[in-house]
T-cell receptor, first 113, second 116 residues
Framework: GNSVTQMEGPVTLSEEAFLTINCTYT??????LFWYVQYPGEGLQLLLK?????DKGSNKGFEATYRKETTSFHLEKGSVQVSDSAVYFC????????????FGGGTRVLVKP | EAEVAQSPRYKITEKSQAVAFWCDPI?????LYWYRQILGQGPELLVQ????????DSQLPKDRFSAERLKGVDSTLKIQPAELGDSAMYLC??????????????FGQGTRLTVV
């Protein structure tokens, strides 16, 4: 089946620190990969995506590269801000599975001033 | 800016009562999803519609949950009777494409259900 594993949180950082959130996946088929962000009390917002191997998704200073050889899609940001405090979800989507999103368990990030 | 609308935002209900949630997807979006997100976990798909038809309801507890999208536009998710373990965030999402896996899914703000 399809599954996503991401590092458990919480991850606590100081402002301007480097952030990495690890994400690995297993999939039957060739998935598209996504990172979603969820702010307190809110729904999910798409942060970035990659649809094929070696693609790099980027948005708002965040980046993630689709690594087929390691089945990974790690999220990185070079200098975090307090406003980046949220829960981050890695997800995959496989066409053969009806295009539904399969999510990881989420990683809470707390950035302190 | 178009968005997925959900109501209510918060719902508290007693065990064994019935509860319903409503979702209005972005206009023109053929695919609609209902996800359940238990606190501290990632969302899990309950049911997926393409237009008015159910595409996937394999994870929907059909003894107590039902979902409909009668005219292929808005949708209602119902729980009857509610149990304590149903306490969660219920998220609705929609996407434009019918078959393309590259179309983005847009999420609503969710309905936070607490069963007491």
């Amino acid at each position: 089946g399809n599954s996503v594993t991401q590092m458990e949180g919480p991850v606590t950082l100081s402002e301007e620190a480097f952030l990495t959130i690890n994400c690995t996946y297993t999939a039957t088929g060739y998935p598209s990969l996504f990172w979603y962000v969820q702010y307190p009390g809110e729904g999910l917002q798409l942060l970035l995506k990659a649809t094929k191997a070696d693609d790099k998704g980027s948005n708002k200073g965040f980046e993630a590269t689709y690594r087929k050889e390691t089945t990974s899609f790690h999220l990185e940001k070079g200098s975090v801000q307090v406003s980046d405090s949220a829960v981050y979800f890695c997800a995959l989507r496989v066409g053969a599975a009806g295009n539904k999103l399969t999510f990881g368990g989420g990683t809470r990030v707390l950035v302190k001033p | 800016e178009a968005e997925v609308a959900q109501s209510p935002r918060y719902k508290i209900t007693e065990k064994s009562q019935a509860v319903a949630f409503w979702c209005d997807p972005i206009s023109g979006h053929a695919t609609l999803y209902w996800y359940r997100q238990i606190l501290g976990q990632g969302p899990e798909l309950l049911v997926q519609f393409q237009d008015e038809s159910v595409v996937d309801d394999s994870q929907l507890p059909k003894d107590r949950f039902s979902a409909e999208r009668l005219k292929g536009v808005d949708s209602t998710l119902k729980i009857q009777p509610a149990e304590l373990g149903d306490s969660a965030m219920y998220l609705c999402a929609s996407s434009f494409g019918r078959t393309s896996m590259n179309t983005e899914a847009f999420f609503g703000q969710g309905t936070r259900l607490t069963v007491v």
